[in-house]
């Protein structure tokens, strides 16, 4: 559809969210599963003095920091077994919340859109319960398949110490522009499903359908919002990146005293309800503008709604 809107599609999403505040709560619990992998692995060779028992690195010093640990570990058996317990307890606590909030949003934007006055946050949760399992199930299996296809490589490039990585880098660079595209399918497969009561496979094929028909526009909209919510993101988290990047400068300094590290700690826990708030009114607005550009381009024309409270 070459005559997409794209300033109609985000002006109209900011309306929206500011009209009906009651989104920033489903935003904020979407926010809770905004799809974030990452890890960090940290490898190097250090030629250690097999004599020098004052170097951090040493042979007896490992020996030490490991029989300090499994003692803890005995002792604290049971501590650490319920804090790992609880701690996947409230992850899958907040993935629900996450995908109860992104279907949410897409009922209320839909409401809101055709021109609803009120929107009760009892009555979307309600009506978004059936689809919770689908909507699960869509992310669930698309994420899965991607540790299915990474694992096998990150197992090849430790084994080789990394060489293997130097092999797979032009596949990587294959995988990272599919994925963006698979991202971008699975937001309109899960407004298909949510909107048109459809299954998941239903559902994948009627996103995959609207993506292809519909590259350009696509293509437009995920560069806007990724460049677009990047960069918010980053202004919004700054204040913790401040907070932390002179402990990480500094980090031989905390061998002396850990007040700072408690310092840092303490300005992250009191920034965190702001920064969850501004992460959910971010979130918002990102599904917002993806729900419309879902009605944009599947809805005729006449069905678009009127701009009259733009102008009002």
Not at 108 to 136: N, Y
Not at 221 to 250: E, K, R, S
Not at 281 to 310: D, F, G, H, N, V
Request: charged fraction near 10%; glycine fraction near 12%; include cysteine.
């Amino acid at each position: 559809m070459n005559n997409f809107n794209f300033g109609e599609v985000l002006t109209r999403a900011w309306q929206i969210i500011w009209k009906h505040k009651i989104l920033w709560v489903f935003g904020i619990l979407a926010s809770f599963a905004r799809g974030s992998g990452g890890g960090s692995s940290g490898g190097g060779n250090s030629g250690y003095q097999g004599g020098s028992g004052n170097s951090p690195f040493s042979t007896g010093r490992f020996e030490q920091i490991m029989g300090q640990a499994g003692q803890f570990i005995q002792d604290n058996l049971w501590i650490i077994v319920a804090v790992i317990a609880a701690i996947i307890f409230l992850s899958l606590i907040a993935y629900f919340l996450g995908m109860m909030g992104r279907i949410g949003l897409i009922k209320g934007v839909a409401q809101a859109d055709k021109g609803a006055e009120h929107l009760s946050f009892g009555e979307i949760w309600a009506e978004s319960m059936p689809f919770f399992w689908r909507i699960f199930g869509i992310n669930f299996l698309v994420g899965l398949a991607f540790l299915v296809i990474l694992v096998p490589f990150v197992l090849f490039g430790v084994i080789t110490a990394g060489i293997g990585f130097l092999c797979i880098l032009p596949l990587l660079c294959i995988m990272v522009p599919l994925g963006w595209v698979i991202m971008v399918v699975i937001e309109q497969a899960q407004t298909a499903i949510v909107l048109e009561d459809l299954n998941m496979l239903d559902g994948f094929k009627r996103g995959w359908q609207i993506v292809k028909a519909n590259a350009v526009p696509m293509i437009v909209m995920a560069l806007i919002l990724a460049i677009g919510g990047g960069v918010l993101g980053v202004i919004v988290a700054l204040p913790i990146i401040i907070a932390v990047i002179p402990l990480i400068i500094g980090v031989t300094a905390l061998r002396e005293s850990l007040t700072p590290l408690y310092i840092a700690a303490a300005c992250c826990v009191v920034y965190l309800p702001v920064l969850l708030f501004f992460n959910g009114l971010l979130t918002a607005y990102i599904q917002t503008a993806w729900t419309l550009t879902y009605l944009r381009l599947t809805q005729p024309k006449e069905e678009s709604p009127l701009m009259i409270e733009a102008n009002a």
